[in-house]
T-cell receptor, first 110, second 117 residues
Framework: GDSVTQMEGPVTLSEEAFLTINCTYTATGYPSLFWYVQYPGEGLQLLLKATKADDKGSNKGFEATYRKETTSFHLEKGSVQVSDSAVYFCALGGYQKVTFGTGTKLQVIP | SAVISQKPSRDICQRGTSLTIQCQVDSQVTMMFWYRQQPGQSLTLIATANQGSEATYESGFVIDKFPISRPNLTFSTLTVSNMSPEDSSIYLC??????????????FGEGSRLTVL
């Protein structure tokens, strides 16, 4: 079945540091890929998505590229801010179902 | 897109009691789901709420423990029955707008945080 493997956390970075959170997936067919973010005390919200190979999703300075050859969808940001502190979930959209990774907690310190 | 309202947003419950969580969507949607997020964990799909028929449960979840109703295309309830401290979690309603066939993004409610004493 479909699965998502996500980088273990927590990740602690200083403000303005470069961020990478790794995500790889296993799926049949051609799924869509997502990154969701959960800020403290809030529900999940979509951060970005990519629906086909080589697509790049981007939002709020975050980017991720759908790499079919490496089955990856790594999340990157060039300069993190304290306000980016949250839990980030990689997810895979299959047939009538979305599968989530385990989540990576990011803490950005001033 | 879809706007989802969930209630209660949080509750503290006694062991052995049951609690029903409501989920209201601002538009008709085909696919509605219930997830559980235990403290510090990822999301686990409990079941797909099917309109007009019994919910489809994932492995490890049963109807007697988590009965679900879906009377129409905008509303669903999840009941957590005979609660124990292990049921302390955030329960999330989510929807897949459109035809929900594949590849669509989920929209989530704010979640219902249950603490069982």
């Amino acid at each position: 079945g479909d699965s998502v493997t996500q980088m273990e956390g927590p990740v602690t970075l200083s403000e303005e540091a470069f961020l990478t959170i790794n995500c790889t997936y296993t799926a049949t067919g051609y799924p869509s890929l997502f990154w969701y973010v959960q800020y403290p005390g809030e529900g999940l919200q979509l951060l970005l998505k990519a629906t086909k190979a080589d697509d790049k999703g981007s939002n709020k300075g975050f980017e991720a590229t759908y790499r079919k050859e490496t089955t990856s969808f790594h999340l990157e940001k060039g300069s993190v801010q304290v306000s980016d502190s949250a839990v980030y979930f990689c997810a895979l959209g299959g047939y009538q179902k979305v599968t989530f990774g385990t989540g990576t907690k990011l803490q950005v310190i001033p | 897109s879809a706007v989802i309202s969930q209630k209660p947003s949080r509750d503290i419950c006694q062991r052995g009691t049951s609690l029903t969580i409501q989920c209201q969507v601002d538009s008709q949607v085909t696919m509605m789901f219930w997830y559980r997020q235990q403290p510090g964990q990822s999301l686990t799909l409990i079941a797909t709420a099917n309109q007009g028929s019994e919910a489809t449960y994932e492995s490890g979840f049963v109807i007697d423990k988590f009965p679900i109703s879906r009377p129409n295309l905008t509303f669903s309830t999840l009941t957590v029955s005979n609660m124990s401290p292990e049921d302390s979690s955030i329960y999330l309603c989510s929807v897949l707008p459109g035809q929900g066939s594949s590849g669509g993004e989920l929209f989530f409610g704010e979640g219902s945080r249950l603490t069982v004493l």
